[in-house]
């Protein structure tokens, strides 16, 4: 099946807008590592977090279920979330870019709408809570909340949403009691970054507890612990996933061992092992799978995407560990600017890829060439 031409022509830019949050974004996450950079006009530090989640990663997902919808209307979700990112760049965290950022949020919130419509199910239930989870996001920064006391949103929504999409693969095979637990962990996870907003000291360790009640259900169910026997796209998938799901669960006790951090070593190892050990792998795993299903072309799985996802964990690891853990200033901002290469060389191996695939496939279907006539 081949996608009119007409809707590729909007998914294409809507797509770049979100590529161009991604590197706003790591060009934020360099100088916050103190890297002797140029600095923008416009604040870039103050805008990473929404940058990385939002623009970029809320880009992706609300194209990839407008494209699932096939209704024209659902671009103008993640159009809205990239048009925001571009706003955040050009302006630091501008009241414009929050707004859209929030009515992008309302839009999602209109295509599980939707989606629930032709097909109720959990799934999309824990998909739609991750999407209200960034309306919440955008409502606390609106109303003068800073990004680190927000961030329960932020991680609520990468995480709901993914759990949703694993259930949904899942479904199948589930047992009995399969659903009845997704549905007791996505309702902790709801009961406890409610209360980090409204207990911020207690209900810090309430997210903790629904973060590992969600990663336990993860690591029981997920067809990854079968899959990462195979071979090929199978297990490189399976192989991100369960090295995603250790960095959440890392996430998950330090939320509930210690309680709320803002900043600091504790709030970055925190913060990274959400957004960069657990979304950012899940990022690159499903990216053969959801990039040929946006753009309708093919993204072939190579065994040389295991050495970015392998440099992502290994330089997050010696970031936590070293960095925060041991305070070892040199080793957090050189992990720190290797994390960076991981995501730009994903990135590189995406592209070269996918026009490799690209005019493969073009000689592939190419005319003969006619023969001469013989005289």
């Known amino acids: 099946?081949?996608?009119?031409?007409?809707?590729?022509?909007?998914?294409?830019?809507?797509?770049?807008?979100?590529?161009?949050?991604?590197?706003?974004?790591?060009?934020?996450?360099?100088?916050?590592?103190?890297?002797?950079?140029?600095?923008?006009?416009?604040?870039?530090?103050?805008?990473?977090?929404?940058?990385?989640?939002?623009?970029?990663?809320?880009?992706?997902?609300?194209?990839?279920?407008?494209?699932?919808?096939g209704s024209r209307w659902a671009l103008l979700a993640p159009a809205c979330s990239g048009a925001a990112a571009v706003t955040l760049v050009l302006a630091g965290p501008a009241l414009a870019g929050r707004l859209l950022l929030m009515l992008a949020a309302v839009l999602l919130l209109l295509i599980y709408r939707r989606l629930w419509q032709r097909q109720p199910g959990p799934s999309l239930l824990a998909q739609g809570l991750g999407a209200f989870a960034w309306y919440a996001a955008t409502l606390l920064w609106l109303a003068g909340s800073t990004v680190p006391e927000f961030v329960p949103w932020l991680a609520t929504f990468v995480v709901a949403t993914i759990a949703g999409e694993r259930l949904e693969l899942a479904h199948l095979a589930l047992?009995?009691?399969?659903?009845?637990?997704?549905?007791?962990?996505?309702?902790?996870?709801?009961?406890?970054?409610?209360?980090?907003?409204?207990?911020?000291?207690a209900g810090a360790h309430l997210f903790g507890v629904g973060l590992l009640a969600t990663v336990a259900w993860l690591v029981v169910y997920d067809v990854a612990r079968r899959t990462v026997r195979g071979v090929g796209l199978p297990r490189y998938v399976a192989v991100g996933l369960l090295a995603g799901y250790a960095w959440l669960a890392l996430a998950g006790l330090l939320w509930t061992g210690a309680g709320p951090a803002t900043s600091g070593p504790r709030y970055d190892a925190t913060l990274h092992a959400v957004f960069l050990g657990f979304t950012m792998s899940m990022i690159f795993v499903h990216a053969p799978v959801i990039l040929p299903a946006v753009l309708r072309r093919p993204l072939p799985y190579q065994a040389w995407l295991y050495a970015p996802l392998a440099l992502l964990h290994g330089s997050l690891l010696a970031r936590v560990v070293v960095g925060d853990a041991l305070g070892v200033r040199p080793v957090w901002r050189g992990a720190g600017a290797l994390n960076v290469l991981a995501v730009l060389a994903f990135l590189a191996c995406v592209v070269i890829t996918m026009r490799s695939a690209g005019r493969a496939r073009a000689r592939s279907v190419a005319p003969a060439a006619p023969a001469l006539a013989v005289r």
């Open 1 to 69: 099946m081949t996608a009119r031409p007409g809707r590729l022509r909007w998914r294409v830019p809507v797509l770049a807008t979100g590529g161009f949050a991604l590197l706003a974004g790591l060009y934020a996450a360099l100088l916050l590592l103190d890297l002797p950079l140029p600095a923008p006009p416009a604040p870039l530090e103050q805008v990473h977090g929404p940058l990385m989640v939002l623009g970029f990663v809320g880009t992706l997902v609300a194209l990839e279920r407008a494209v699932a919808l």
């Open 175 to 201: 047992p009995r009691h399969g659903v009845p637990w997704f549905l007791t962990a996505i309702g902790a996870l709801t009961a406890g970054v409610t209360a980090s907003t409204l207990w911020p000291g």
